[in-house]
Antibody, heavy 116, light 107 residues
Framework: QVQLVQSGAEVKKPGASVKVSCKASGYNYPSHGISWVRQAPGQGLEWMGWISAYNGNTNYAQRLQDRVTMTTDTSTSTAYMELRSLRSDDTAVYYC?????????WGQGTLVTVSS | DIQMTQSPSTLSASVGDRVTITCRASQSISFWLAWYQQKPGKAPNLLIHTASTLESGVPSRFSGSGSGTDFTLTISSLQPDDFATYYCQHYNGYRWAFGQGTKVEIK
């Protein structure tokens, strides 16, 4: 069955970087893109960007494009999302999800806490 | 970027009620729209894509309609398991976005 398993919770200081991983299994990894979505505490969903698992092409949300990098490793069926220059308002649960457009399978979420 | 506006933000309803949630795009997105259900502490769950296609395994009481800028999600007969927050999401072009969400509460 399709599974997306994300790395564990992180606590970071303001100005630091975080890199979250998302390991896929149960399907042909290169044939589906991976999106990243975050959700601040008590808030709605925010689309962060998308990466093609086939060729690594990316699209980023305009408000994050200067601080985010998404990469993929087809040898391990793993996608990565790195966010730099962290601020307190980056505290959120970060999700990866399969799909280029609508997202049909989701990871369990990774809590990233930014605090001094 | 295209903005998505959902209404209402909160909806109080009873089991058995017919419920309709609206999503409006700031410009035409054709039929590139999905609906998700999210329960507290859980990842979202895809209900509908391409505006009206029911995802496999989703109960038939859920339906979607619309195209262009105006879309609706309808639950024909609200069940206890349906109390949750619902989000629309467009995927037209290269930058996508979610609506702000609609919380369906018990009346």
């Amino acid at each position: 069955q399709v599974q997306l398993v994300q790395s564990g919770a992180e606590v970071k200081k303001p100005g630091a970087s975080v890199k979250v991983s998302c390991k896929a299994s149960g399907y042909n990894y290169p044939s589906h893109g991976i999106s990243w979505v975050r959700q601040a505490p008590g808030q709605g969903l925010e689309w962060m960007g998308w990466i093609s698992a086939y060729n690594g092409n990316t699209n980023y949300a305009q408000r994050l494009q200067d601080r985010v990098t998404m990469t993929t490793d087809t040898s391990t069926s793993t996608a990565y999302m790195e966010l730099r220059s962290l601020r307190s308002d980056d505290t959120a649960v970060y999700y990866c999800a399969r799909g280029q457009g609508h997202m049909d399978y989701w990871g369990q979420g990774t809590l990233v806490t930014v605090s001094s | 970027d295209i903005q998505m506006t959902q209404s209402p933000s909160t909806l109080s309803a009873s089991v058995g009620d017919r419920v309709t949630i609206t999503c409006r795009a700031s410009q035409s997105i054709s039929f590139w729209l999905a609906w998700y259900q999210q329960k507290p502490g859980k990842a979202p769950n895809l209900l509908i894509h391409t505006a009206s296609t029911l995802e496999s395994g989703v109960p038939s009481r859920f339906s979607g309609s619309g195209s262009g800028t105006d879309f609706t999600l309808t639950i024909s007969s609200l069940q206890p398991d349906d109390f949750a927050t619902y989000y629309c999401q467009h995927y037209n072009g290269y930058r996508w976005a979610f609506g702000q969400g609609t919380k369906v509460e018990i009346k």
